[in-house]
């Protein structure tokens, strides 16, 4: 069961982003779901009390949505039912060992990237395969954070097996050539790596120097797109990148043109809100016009637009909590920054379920642990 089940996951990430694969997503989220339920010899699912809790907040807002009649109501709400499916899935799959697995999965998203590259896979995640610059369009899953934040949280020291994750995950890195992901996968390697009392240490060395050839061989070989030789230097330079002068321009305009009242400011408009703003092209003066979009790419305005200041100050105040729930400083900073920037440049945290394994993490894992020492102590 516990191999299905690691198989339906892997299916579950890899067709989560894509055009026309959401129901093969609710699919595999019921399959994920109803095997725990069976595989309980009560046929009973644990659920967390805060669950129960979030899930009261959600149908206010989600009411909120029905009677503000948002045309596209499906199209948003079915994200956050897809997280409490999710997350009860987690919760009650018991003696899963999630490192290996992220292990397996970033080697076969690895993998896909190069057959998309290839031309051995079809284009599942977009209409085509390949968009400006030489972006390579492909799962949305990022593995390779997910073990960052891992690692960070368990106080676990760079080794090999990391080593060659990150060989693995330079491949889709690149391929996406997107900024957000590269800068957080980057962030988090490097508070892993950083230890004045291990840094010479051997392991050490040979891992960074493998990373560090290992970069450099791709870069400079054919199989590198030419995203990756254009995109480059907004690593060193963030605020020169394109799409971020987009997002803040798209966030500027969308502050401008709304027109909420002042019960709106504090409670939003409920789930199902969309926005639709008015984007200048300055080189196709004709492909100028109003575009509406599920959310502008910015998390935080994502939960104003839909739960006003009120949403917006019960999420900081959860992730407060949650920061501290987490044991060490520097899986602190992971945390903090894999959420600011990754709501400052999308909304993948509310649309994506496998963002929902790093408060796992933090909350489950913490209190399994908790309660074996619990039992140590008893015994």
């Known amino acids: 069961m516990k191999v299905f089940n690691q198989i339906v996951l892997i299916v ?6 894509t055009k026309t694969l959401s129901a093969l997503v609710a699919i595999c989220l019921v399959i994920l779901l109803a ?4 595989d309980t010899k009560k046929g009973k699912l644990e659920i967390p009390h805060y669950i129960i809790l ?15 009649g948002h045309p596209n ?4 709400v079915k994200f956050q039912f897809f997280g409490f499916v999710f997350y009860l899935f987690l919760v009650n799959f018991k003696n899963f060992n999630l490192l290996r697995f992220l292990f397996i999965l ?40 997910l073990i960052g934040f891992y690692y960070l949280y368990n106080r676990m020291s760079f080794d090999m097996p990391l080593g060659i994750s990150w060989l693995l995950a330079l491949v889709y890195l690149f391929m996406t050539s997107n900024l957000m992901n590269l800068v957080t996968a980057g962030i988090l390697l490097g508070l892993i790596v950083v230890n004045v009392y291990k840094i010479f240490k051997p392991a050490f060395l040979v891992g960074f120097a493998i990373i560090l050839v290992g970069s450099i061989v791709f870069f400079n070989s054919d199989f590198a797109p030419e995203a990756i030789k254009t995109k480059l230097p907004y690593i060193l330079k963030p605020w020169e990148y394109a799409s971020l002068k987009t997002r803040i321009t798209d966030f500027g305009r969308a ?38 979009f599920q959310e502008i790419d910015n998390g935080f305005y994502y939960l104003y637009h839909r739960g006003g200041f009120l949403l917006l100050f019960l999420f900081l105040l959860a992730n407060i909590y949650l920061i501290y729930k987490i044991p060490s400083l520097k899986a602190k900073l992971g945390f903090i920054f894999i959420v600011v920037f990754t709501n400052l440049l999308s909304i993948h945290y509310f649309n994506n379920v496998f963002y929902l394994i790093i408060p796992f993490l933090i909350l489950e894992t913490g209190i399994n642990k908790k309660e074996e020492d619990t039992k140590k102590l008893e015994a």
């Open 12 to 17: 579950l990430f890899l067709a989560i982003g």
């Open 35 to 38: 095997s725990v339920w069976i």
């Open 54 to 68: 979030v899930f009261g907040l959600y149908v206010f807002f989600l009411v909120l949505g029905i009677i503000n």
């Open 73 to 76: 109501l499906v199209r948003d």
């Open 106 to 145: 970033n080697a076969i998203v690895s993998a896909v990237y190069i057959f998309i590259y290839l031309g051995l896979v079809p284009s599942l995640w977009n209409e085509s395969i390949a968009g400006m610059e030489g972006r390579l369009y492909g799962p949305s899953i990022i593995p390779i954070v």
């Open 255 to 292: 502050l401008d043109t709304e027109d909420f009242t002042w019960s709106e400011k504090i409670i939003g408009e409920g789930f199902g809100a969309s926005t639709t703003i008015y984007r200048e092209n300055e080189i196709a003066v004709s492909l100028s016009g109003k575009i509406t």
